[in-house]
């Protein structure tokens, strides 16, 4: 070993074991945060799906690749970075001896090989990344970008010690080759080969290029260390176990999606005959009431803002980001941590639990931050804006769209609940849907004796439950599809169709009361379950004696749809549910169905996130609109995993729109943009909110918003009387 080598192996073992110290301390805080969390048992389930997903997703980078050139450069970065760790590993030989190399691997001509092709596709991937994030750089003339929000230095900081790290370790082989210590061939590793023919015969070269390649690596280790909060960074390790603790790991994408979790306190789900809000944790008022799984989720955020460009409330000018508002609650966490982990916190009466001994010598800023509330306005110092919190339609953009399985969905639920249950706080014109799902059991406050209204003039009797010996499906009508008038159309033009075709059906009449989605979307969980448990009830006994495959439901609104088919089992109701537009299309494929006059004028359809995103049902209305129109359905920009909200979703129908664009505007631009005459939904509120649009516009005379079933019926029987263009805003 000589001077220089003396000299290079103090530098590298010195800095490898301050970042060490420094990296095993920030593990060791960032569990303890994590742990402060509530308990989650559920996610400990079935072990061989979870390692199984988690796998898929990170080897097959299943998100980012719908993300083209970008998830194939992360893709070819994040590879490096395993696989070239080994040749990091390899420097600590090559700093005490300039011939040094990887025991046995080391010399292998594959390995020679498999790291020069990882190192050139690495290099060229995180150029690819590095040129991506100065594109869209919010500060750049333009304005924003999914990285407005994101700590731009952490990424720039990242992505240029991946770069120097791949340049170094060609530099490393270069010199080897320079001074004849290189044993793989031309063939194998050229790129090294060709380095090494424009370096000097230096023979220090390899220790010292290896000294600074570790230097480099760890300076990365002692900044992000110091840095716990550096998503962008941490993710690289977090990312495993945060999907590998998914909500439902077996679901191949939007684990986070369709039902919302139950209300949960120490990790049981509550049962609200006997919970005690002076007891029992209702929704989340501080930031460790999450569980642990939220705080991890917070941790993980890689600040890559897919989430936040996908997002109907960022996108029409509202406060709320799902990037920023994860941010938000990440940074809060790790503030207030100090004084969590010294055993403060407030009890569920309110009382603070520690001892004055206890936060004495605590950090005034953790103090402070511990005293500010979740949920509040800029001047009361809130964590999360009202505004922000009341923005979310629950559409499910983020959650599908995250590379990390972050459940933005669930956290923002969770937050309301407390909000809603505990505090009656939220935005007032809510507060008559909420009263008349209780005293009437549907959102407009109709009067329950009119529920089967719609069944007026049909030429065909509508038979209820208990009034026919059999019947294949349950038609569950829905609020919208018994008292809406445009929705009321959709409900007549299914029964129409369902006749036409032979399928026998029965409809609960005055038996069926709201599914209760909106009510558990704003948060209130209590009228939800009361309405659920009154539905379950209902339906089981309309089921009696039959197995589950036969307690068949076709339902027309996406929400019921959801509700009944993913949430009631929760509460004992297993059903197999069927959107409309699924059976319509089956109807057509079997030929029980048979358009003969294709509906011409251009089509375009709208996804409804809760029929879409949620569920996955994104091919059968297509199909029945394939079948029904002339030519091609012309399709939005946005459409399917991507489609854009219509604005009413997560009780948003029932809150005014106060800030920013209209979000129904937005979409209806979209939609008439592409020049069709028709839109069609599946959907009722997205009928409601894109027919306000398109009257906004000044636009009803040219452009129908009607839904699939309507489409289909046009087209099954031209002859029938359709009823003009659909106006009236509520019925009922
Ligand atoms: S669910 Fe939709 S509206 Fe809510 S934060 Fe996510 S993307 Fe935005
Ligand atoms: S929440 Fe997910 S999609 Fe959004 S910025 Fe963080 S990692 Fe990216």
New binding site residues.
Partial sequence: MGSVQIVTTILAAAITAVAVWLAVRAVLKMVAVIRLGQPAPERFSDKVARARTMLVETAGHTRMLKWGVVGAAHWFVMVGFVVLSLLVLEAYFEVVTTDGGLPIIGHWTIFGLVTEIIGVLGLVGILVLMAIRLRNRPTRPGGRSRFTGSTMWQGYFVEWIVLLVLIFGFVIRGFKVATDHFEFPVWATPVSHAVGAVLPDWSDGVSVAAAIKIIISMTWLIVISLNVTMGVAWHRFLAFPNIFFKREPAKPAGSGLGALRPMTSQGKPLDFEEADPEKDQFGVAHVEQFSWKGLLDFSTCTECGR?QS?????NTGKP?S?KLLVLSLRDHAYAKAPYLLAGGGKDLTGEEKATQAQLAHLDVLALAEADKPLIGTAEEGGVIDPDVLW?????????EQCPVDIE??DH?VDMRRYQVLIESSFPSEAGVMLRNLENKGNPWGAPQNTREDWTKGLDFEVPRVGEVDDFEYLFWVGCAGAFEDRAKKTTRAVATLLNEAGVTFAILGEGETCSGDPARRIGNEFVFQMLAQQNVETLNEAFEGREKAKRKIVATCPHCFNTLGNEYGQLGGEFEVVHHTQLLAHLVATGKLTPVQPVDGGVTYHDPCYLGRHNRVFAAPREVLGDAIAGDLTEMPRNSERSF?CGAG?ARMWMEEKIGKRINVDRVEEAMATGAKTVAVGCPFCSTMLNDGVNGKGAGEQVEVIDVASVLLRSVKPEQPQGGRETAPVGG
């Fill in positions: 989430c996908q997002c109907p409330a960022w709320l799902p923005s979310c339609t629950t559409c499910g953009a983020c959650v933005h969905v923002i909200c997560g």
